[in-house]
């Protein structure tokens, strides 16, 4: 068993297509073990996209990680991480596999309507930057 963290994000959420994302999870056998529906602050945004921060498309990913609120959650399931990076789809949408949540709902690699986690490592500091222990269960 694995848990991986999901952000479905400001354009998937303006879309009201939470319900149908989340149906896509627990279709596959992830459950979702926690969830929040909050807005970023700007220095959320910076820190967990941190890695990405010499990138020329830092700026504006965390302005557009700020544009809404976020549904952020811990799915959980055997392979969970790789298990949600195939549900999720290609970064860029127009490179996503037709039925993959990207392909289905997302309108550029920008407003990309979901993140997960890319790695087990990851998952476990990403899970806790948003989540105590007693909030997943
Ligand atoms: P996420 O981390 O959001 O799950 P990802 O792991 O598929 O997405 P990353 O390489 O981690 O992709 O990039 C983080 C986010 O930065 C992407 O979701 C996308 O919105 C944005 N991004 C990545 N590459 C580019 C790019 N070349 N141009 C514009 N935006 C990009
Ligand atoms: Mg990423």
Redesign the pocket.
């Given at each position: 068993m694995q848990q991986t963290l999901s952000?479905i994000?400001p354009d998937a959420v303006k879309k009201g297509v939470i319900g149908k994302i989340i149906d896509r999870f627990e279709s596959n056998g992830l459950r979702v073990a926690a969830a929040k529906k909050i807005k970023l602050s700007k220095c959320d945004a910076k820190a967990f996209?941190a890695?990405?921060s010499q990138?020329p498309?830092f700026n504006?990913?965390v302005d557009?990680m700020t544009s809404g609120p976020v549904v952020v959650m811990v799915l959980e399931g055997e392979n969970a991480v790789a298990k949600n990076r195939e549900l999720?789809g290609?970064?860029n949408p127009k490179e996503a596999t037709p039925g993959t949540i990207r392909a289905d709902f997302a309108d550029s690699?920008?407003a990309?309507a979901?993140?997960?986690s890319?790695s087990l490592e990851n998952a476990k500091n990403e899970i806790a930057f948003f989540f105590s222990s007693r909030e997943i269960c």
């Open positions: 952000i994000k996209y890695i990405h990138r498309f504006d990913l557009f999720m290609a970064t690699i920008d990309n979901v993140h997960g890319d």
